[in-house]
């Protein structure tokens, strides 16, 4: 395996295992002191039995610390470019936003979900934006 095709691994795992950590750790937020028969979803929440959701979490916890130090590992030594976090770290904060998102979407209330209309009206174009940031770095490199 070049070092190439290992960074590009180990970035992706990155990028994949921070979102996954967030969702696992946050749980599910639904109203408390509200019976479960009244709770009302946007999004109806994953069916997953007890501690799923945290053991996945755990484990994107663990995937995202350990590919972070190998990149500035990576980084350190000089075999990674600088560069390369301008297009890395946009993608990460997208998997963010869209992880707990998700999380405010699934959300059970009682009420009306607020926070659901907030996720796709500030969310979805930040998102978009942080992807479109992240190709820029690429798009400038291949014009030199």
Request: charged fraction near 10%; glycine fraction near 12%.
């Amino acid at each position: 395996m070049t070092a190439k095709n290992r960074f590009l691994m180990v970035s992706t795992a990155l990028v994949l295992a921070a979102p996954l950590a967030l969702w696992g750790l946050l749980g599910q937020q639904n109203d408390t002191g509200v019976p479960a028969s009244e709770l009302t979803y946007t999004i109806e929440p994953p069916a997953l039995a007890a501690g799923t959701e945290t053991a996945l979490g755990v484990f994107g916890l663990l995937l995202a610390l350990v590919s972070t130090a190998v990149l500035v590992r990576a980084n350190l030594r000089g075999s990674l470019a600088v560069e390369r976090w301008w297009t890395l770290l946009p993608l990460v904060a997208a998997g963010l936003i869209v992880a707990g998102g998700w999380r405010v979407l699934t959300t059970g209330s009682a009420d009306a979900n607020i926070g659901a209309g907030l996720v796709v009206l500030f969310g979805t174009p930040t998102v978009l934006t942080l992807i479109g940031l992240s190709t820029v770095p690429g798009l400038l490199r291949s014009r030199r």
